[in-house]
């Protein structure tokens, strides 16, 4: 899709894709509160009935071929930033109606002390809603990560889910690359998606796409798009 193009355009090319592919549908989780856990019950019945879990490989062979062989179409559930309750509220849902989690991580709410995670999320565009947490920790930790890591996909949103196009090119670099560093540090290996604050898709800005190639991420997720930028064997450091 030519990031120059109108937005008439850009529907005019959705709309024929979506005629002519199974299309991978997604959906987005961000502060899930315990308050709220019947509906996510709710909402995630009533997507089992319709769609078929998407772990990585999968997305990988649909976006090589154009081919996608479960009976239902595939729904990627995305819980963003980080929180706490995506692990205790959302995750034993995720998996009662057998979908893989797509956890995007922003690293350096995970690294932050618990005394400063609310001022950190304050500070970065991370929403508050609830306060519910008594301990004061409102972010997921490395352990509970590896644990996700076991049977769900994690995924880098950044390290302080900044809009890139803001930043420095070495504050850049921290954000793409440094982050792929904390997650080769705490879960052993690299992770293989990438998406930052509001975009770009990989393309429409080449200073971010050299970053993301020097990170190594396979796919990259952006508001209308999702891309995958190189195979799996052809990063050796790929999990």
């Known amino acids: 899709m030519n990031p120059s193009s109108t937005f008439a355009e850009r529907a005019t090319t959705l709309g024929e894709l979506f005629a002519s592919h199974p299309v991978i549908r997604a959906v987005n989780f961000h502060n899930t509160s315990r308050a709220q856990a019947e509906r996510y019950d709710r909402q995630l019945a009533q997507y089992s009935r319709s769609f078929s879990s998407v772990n990585q490989e999968e997305l990988e062979e649909y976006l090589t071929t154009g081919k996608w062989n479960k009976p239902k179409p595939g729904l990627i559930v995305s819980v963003f930033e980080g929180y706490r309750n995506s692990f205790e509220v959302l995750t034993p849902l995720i998996e009662?109606?057998?979908?893989?989690?797509?956890?995007?991580?922003?690293?350096?709410?995970i690294n932050a002390s618990i005394p400063d995670q609310r001022t950190f999320a304050e500070h970065h565009d991370i929403d508050m809603l609830t306060h519910e947490y008594a301990d004061g920790r409102y972010a997921l930790t490395w352990d509970e990560l590896r644990q996700l890591d076991k049977r769900h996909?994690?995924?880098?949103?950044?390290?302080?889910?900044?809009?890139?196009s803001q930043l420095e090119p070495e504050v850049q670099r921290q954000e793409v690359v440094g982050s792929q560093e904390d997650f080769r540090k705490n879960l052993g290996h690299p992770v293989r998606?990438?998406?930052?604050?509001?975009?770009p898709a990989y393309g429409e800005n080449?200073?971010?796409?050299?970053?993301?190639?020097?990170?190594?991420?396979?796919?990259v997720f952006s508001n209308f798009r999702i891309q995958r930028i190189r195979a799996k064997n052809s990063n050796p450091s790929s999990k």
């Open 193 to 199: 998606a990438f998406v930052s604050l509001t975009g």
């Open 206 to 219: 080449s200073a971010t796409d050299s970053l993301i190639d020097a990170a190594g991420y396979d796919f």
């Open 96 to 109: 009662k109606y057998g979908f893989i989690g797509w956890y995007w991580v922003i690293t350096g709410f």
């Open 153 to 164: 996909v994690i995924a880098c949103h950044t390290r302080s889910h900044t809009l890139l």
